[in-house]
């Protein structure tokens, strides 16, 4: 015996606490909550309103987004400065005296032998790290151009091109001609 649903009709002091709970800008759902309807039925009820009660929360959530990429922004900037720090720690080993162990023998016992620095393959390793953590770092806040930055790149270009003329020269000598031209 499933009858019909009986919905409750809405009443002006329902239309009411909805636009109060609305300018003291609860949402939806909240109001729906304080005044146990539906929140279909709180949407009803601001569409009702002229001109209709609007839920849009978009400056909101645009405001937390920001806040958010902000607050990622800092802490990869943090990190990235940690992971800097990290390597240039690592970088020192490459040349410090250092204590290498392993168990050896038949009986397997720890033998420790004292180095003025890290074997190869163990330089190989702490140069491996060094640039994970520099490519790291430099990818969580990549190395901006700064009022030297143009100088710096008509530099280069001025000498990659006196490295070109240069080449060109020699090829000419080689060759038999006169170099300038």
């Known amino acids: 015996m499933g009858g019909a649903r009986v919905t409750k009709p809405i009443t002006d002091r329902d239309r009411a606490a909805v636009r109060r709970l609305h300018a003291q800008g609860k949402a939806r759902n909240e109001i729906a909550r304080a005044i146990r309807r539906s929140p279909s ?33 800092a802490r990869r900037a943090t990190l990235a400065l940690a992971l ?20 050896a023998g038949r009986e397997g016992e720890w033998h420790e032998t004292h180095l003025p620095q890290p074997r190869f393959g163990d330089q190989r390793q702490i140069i491996a790290s060094v640039q994970t953590a ?32 240069a080449t ?8 038999g001609g006169t170099a300038g031209g």
């Not at 309103?49 to 987004?65: K, N, W």
């Not at 020699?170 to 060759?175: E, N, S």
């Open 84 to 103: 800097q720090d990290d390597a240039e720690r690592l970088r020192t080993q490459l040349w410090a005296p250092t204590v290498h162990g392993e168990f």
């Open 134 to 165: 520099v490519g790291t770092s430099l990818r969580l806040a990549p190395v901006e151009g700064g009022e030297n930055a143009e100088q710096v790149r008509s530099m280069l270009g001025t000498l990659g091109e006196a490295l070109t003329q």
């Open 41 to 73: 039925t709180v949407s009803k009820i601001a569409g009702q309103f002229d001109p209709p009660l609007s839920f849009d929360r978009a400056p909101q959530v645009e405001a937390a987004t920001r806040a958010r990429t902000a607050d990622l922004a």
């Open 168 to 175: 060109n020269d020699d090829q000419a000598l080689d060759d």
